[in-house]
C-alpha cells in the first residue's frame, strides 16, 4: 500500500553560497536530515513533502511519484551540480513485507556543499497559491500526512542566506544492549541457532549464502541532540556516507548506486575482518588473511555477481576492479570491488535501486530462496537496516548506499521525550562458517553505532 499525492507542484530555486557551511551544525538536533561524507553532502531543513511507500512496489511507486513530482516542478537552478536543483531524501525498507515505511522526504531548505562549492534550494509548494484549484488542493491535503505543510516563504526566490545552526544541546547517550525477544528469549541464542541452520540449509543444497542479522536496543533520554553522533559518524568514519533520515542514523561503506550525469558507479563489500589499529602487525595478518581466504572470497563473489546480473540490463561499459581490494575502515576490514558503467536507458537512481535491491551482500545466493530464509530464521522486521538510504534530484540521478552500521530511532515518547534505538548488523553466511566467528563480526559491524551513541 502506499500513498501518492496528485504531483503536488513544487518550485525549486539554488542560489550559490559564498563560503561552503558547516552541514552537521545545521541538522534539527532532534529530527536531522542529513547526507554527508567529507567535505561532500547536503542538509535538509523543515518538510515540504513526505511520500511514504510501503510493500512490494514500493521502488516502482517511488520512483514514478517522483518521476511526476520533477516533471511537475519548476527548477531554477544556475549551479547545476549533483544534488543542486530539486531534491529529496529517501530510505526504504528491506522487505517486502517489512511494516517500516519507505520514504521520500523534500526539505523546505537544503543547504549543500561539494567540496569547495556550496548552494542553497529552497522549495515552495506553488499549488496551494492560486495556481491550481482549491479543490486540487483540498485533494492533496487529503493524501499527504497532516504535518508536510509549513508556512510558505514570504521571498519568492532563495535568500541565499544560510539559516542560523541550534545552539548545541544535551548529550547522555545510550547503551546499547542484546535486543530481547518478543516472549522474553535470548537473542544472542536466536542468532547463533539460526547460523546454524542457515548452515544446515546450505549443507542440504536450499542456498549457496544468506545473510543473518541481530538487534541491539537502548533508550535515548528526550531533548538528545543527534548531532552528537552523528558528528562522531562523519569524524570518524572518512570512507562512509553518514546520514539521517526520518530517524535512521547510520555511517555505511556501501554504494549500493551513484548516478549522475549517464556515469554509474557502485562499491560492492562483502567478506570482513575486525581491526586490530593497536597492533599493526595482528592488523596486517587479518587483512591477509581476508585476502587470502578462499570462503571470504566467494562470500566477495556472490555479492558481486548478484550487482553484475542486476546492473547489466540498466548499462553499457561495465568494469570491475581486477581483484576484490581491502578497504580498511576504523572497525573493520572489507573485500571490496569498485564498479563502473555508464547508464544505458534513462533509469532513474531509485529504478536502479529497485534493480538491483537486495544485493547478496545483505540477501544471500540465489536471492528469492535467501530472502524467504530470512524471513524464518531472523525473529524480527529489518525495517529500513539494509535497505536503501539516500537522495535523488529532479533529473533522477542520485547516490544511494545499503543502509548498513545503523540504527532506527523511534518516536519520542509524549511525556519524557525519550526515544527507543534499535541497531542492526549481520555477515554472510556460506558452506564453512563459523557461528562464533559470525558473531564477532557483528560485534565489529556494530561498533560505529554502539560508540556513536555512547555517553
Ligand atoms: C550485512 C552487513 O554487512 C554486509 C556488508 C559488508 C560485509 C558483509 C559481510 O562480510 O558479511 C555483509 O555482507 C552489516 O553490516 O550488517
Given at each position: 500500500?502506499?500513498?501518492?499525492?496528485?504531483?503536488?507542484?513544487?518550485?525549486?530555486?539554488?542560489?550559490?553560497?559564498?563560503?561552503a557551511?558547516?552541514?552537521?551544525?545545521?541538522?534539527?538536533?532532534?529530527?536531522?536530515?542529513?547526507?554527508?561524507?567529507?567535505?561532500?553532502?547536503?542538509?535538509?531543513?523543515?518538510?515540504?513533502?513526505?511520500?511514504?511507500?510501503?510493500?512490494?512496489?514500493?521502488?516502482?511507486?517511488?520512483?514514478?511519484?517522483?518521476?511526476?513530482?520533477?516533471?511537475?516542478?519548476?527548477?531554477?537552478?544556475?549551479?547545476?551540480?549533483?544534488?543542486?536543483?530539486?531534491?529529496?531524501?529517501?530510505?526504504?525498507?528491506?522487505?517486502?513485507?517489512?511494516?517500516?515505511?519507505?520514504?521520500?522526504?523534500?526539505?523546505?531548505?537544503?543547504?549543500?556543499?561539494?567540496?569547495?562549492?556550496?548552494?542553497?534550494?529552497?522549495?515552495?509548494?506553488t499549488?496551494?497559491s492560486?495556481?491550481?484549484?482549491?479543490?486540487?488542493?483540498?485533494?492533496?491535503?487529503a493524501?499527504?500526512?497532516?504535518?508536510?505543510?509549513?508556512?510558505?516563504?514570504?521571498?519568492?526566490?532563495?535568500?541565499?542566506?544560510?539559516?542560523?545552526?541550534?545552539?548545541?544541546?544535551?548529550?547522555?547517550g545510550?547503551?546499547?544492549?542484546?535486543?530481547?525477544?518478543?516472549?522474553?528469549?535470548?537473542?544472542?541464542?536466536?542468532y547463533?541457532?539460526?547460523?546454524?541452520?542457515?548452515?544446515?540449509?546450505?549443507?542440504?543444497?536450499?542456498?549457496?549464502?544468506?545473510?543473518?542479522a541481530?538487534?541491539?536496543?537502548?533508550?535515548?533520554?528526550?531533548?538528545?541532540?543527534?548531532?552528537?553522533?552523528?558528528?562522531?559518524?562523519?569524524?570518524?568514519?572518512?570512507?562512509?556516507?553518514t546520514?539521517?533520515?526520518?530517524?535512521?542514523?547510520?555511517a555505511?561503506?556501501?554504494?549500493?548506486?551513484?548516478?549522475?550525469?549517464g556515469?554509474?558507479?557502485?562499491?560492492?563489500?562483502?567478506?570482513?575482518?575486525?581491526?586490530?589499529?593497536?597492533?599493526?602487525?595482528?592488523?596486517?595478518?587479518?587483512?591477509?588473511?581476508?585476502?587470502?581466504?578462499?570462503?571470504?572470497?566467494?562470500?566477495?563473489?556472490?555479492?558481486?555477481?548478484?550487482?553484475?546480473?542486476?546492473?547489466?540490463?540498466?548499462?553499457?561499459?561495465?568494469?570491475?576492479?581486477?581483484?576484490?581490494?581491502?578497504?580498511?575502515?576504523?572497525?573493520?576490514?572489507h573485500?571490496?570491488?569498485?564498479?563502473?558503467?555508464?547508464?544505458?536507458e534513462?533509469?532513474?537512481?531509485?529504478?536502479?535501486?529497485?534493480?538491483?535491491?537486495?544485493?547478496?551482500?545483505?540477501?544471500?545466493?540465489?536471492?528469492?530462496?535467501?530472502?524467504?530464509?530470512?524471513?524464518e530464521?531472523?525473529?524480527?522486521?529489518?525495517?529500513?537496516?539494509?535497505?536503501a538510504?539516500?537522495?535523488?534530484d529532479?533529473d533522477?540521478?542520485?547516490?544511494?548506499?545499503?543502509?548498513?552500521?545503523?540504527?532506527?530511532?523511534?518516536?519520542?515518547?509524549?511525556?519524557?521525550?525519550?526515544?527507543?534505538?534499535?541497531?542492526?548488523?549481520?555477515g554472510?553466511?556460506?558452506?564453512?562458517?563459523?557461528?562464533?566467528?559470525?558473531?564477532?563480526?557483528t560485534?565489529?559491524?556494530f561498533?560505529?553505532?554502539?560508540?556513536?551513541?555512547?555517553?
Open positions: 500500500m502506499t500513498s501518492t499525492p496528485p504531483a503536488p507542484r513544487l518550485r525549486a530555486t539554488t542560489r550559490p553560497l559564498e563560503q557551511p558547516d552541514l552537521l551544525a545545521l541538522a534539527d538536533p532532534s529530527a536531522p536530515l542529513i547526507w554527508t561524507r567529507g567535505d561532500r553532502g547536503c542538509v535538509g531543513i523543515g518538510e515540504v513533502l513526505r511520500l511514504t511507500f510501503t510493500g512490494p512496489r514500493r521502488f516502482s511507486d517511488a520512483a514514478e511519484a517522483w518521476r511526476r513530482i520533477a516533471a511537475a516542478a519548476t527548477v531554477d537552478d544556475p549551479v547545476g551540480m549533483p544534488g543542486s536543483g530539486l531534491v529529496a531524501l529517501g530510505s526504504f525498507a528491506f522487505a517486502d513485507g517489512s511494516a517500516a515505511e519507505s520514504v521520500l522526504i523534500v526539505p523546505r531548505v537544503l543547504v549543500a556543499r561539494h567540496r569547495g562549492r556550496a548552494w542553497i534550494t529552497e522549495v515552495v509548494e499549488s496551494g492560486g495556481e491550481v484549484g482549491a479543490a486540487d488542493e483540498a485533494a492533496e491535503r493524501v499527504l500526512p497532516g504535518d508536510v505543510r509549513v508556512p510558505t516563504l514570504a521571498a519568492e526566490t532563495a535568500r541565499s542566506a544560510v539559516p542560523a545552526a541550534a545552539e548545541p544541546g544535551e548529550w547522555q545510550a547503551a546499547l544492549r542484546d535486543r530481547e525477544l518478543d516472549g522474553g528469549g535470548d537473542s544472542v541464542a536466536a547463533l541457532a539460526g547460523v546454524r541452520e542457515a548452515g544446515e540449509r546450505i549443507e542440504r543444497g536450499a542456498f549457496e549464502k544468506i545473510v543473518i541481530r538487534q541491539l536496543d537502548g533508550r535515548l533520554p528526550g531533548g538528545s541532540d543527534l548531532r552528537v553522533p552523528l558528528t562522531r559518524l562523519a569524524e570518524h568514519y572518512l570512507d562512509c556516507w546520514f539521517a533520515v526520518d530517524g535512521l542514523i547510520g555505511s561503506p556501501e554504494t549500493l548506486i551513484r548516478s549522475t550525469n556515469a554509474v558507479s557502485a562499491r560492492v563489500l562483502a567478506g570482513t575482518r575486525g581491526r586490530h589499529p593497536e597492533d599493526a602487525t595482528r592488523d596486517a595478518r587479518a587483512r591477509d588473511e581476508l585476502l587470502t581466504s578462499a570462503k571470504e572470497q566467494h562470500e566477495h563473489a556472490f555479492a558481486v555477481q548478484s550487482v553484475v546480473t542486476a546492473l547489466s540490463p540498466h548499462v553499457r561499459e561495465l568494469r570491475t576492479s581486477d581483484e576484490p581490494f581491502p578497504l580498511r575502515l576504523p572497525n573493520v576490514w573485500l571490496a570491488t569498485d564498479l563502473g558503467a555508464a547508464l544505458g534513462r533509469s532513474s537512481s531509485i529504478e536502479l535501486v529497485g534493480a538491483l535491491h537486495p544485493t547478496a551482500a545483505v540477501a544471500g545466493t540465489p536471492t528469492a530462496a535467501a530472502v524467504a530464509a530470512i524471513a530464521l531472523e525473529p524480527f522486521d529489518r525495517g529500513r537496516y539494509s535497505g538510504v539516500g537522495w535523488i529532479a533522477g540521478d542520485g547516490e544511494w548506499v545499503i543502509a548498513l552500521r545503523c540504527a532506527q530511532l523511534g518516536e519520542p515518547d509524549a511525556e519524557t521525550g525519550a526515544r527507543s534505538i534499535v541497531a542492526s548488523a549481520g554472510g553466511i556460506v558452506a564453512g562458517s563459523d557461528p562464533t566467528h559470525e558473531l564477532g563480526e560485534v565489529s559491524k561498533r560505529p553505532i554502539t560508540e556513536a551513541f555512547a555517553a
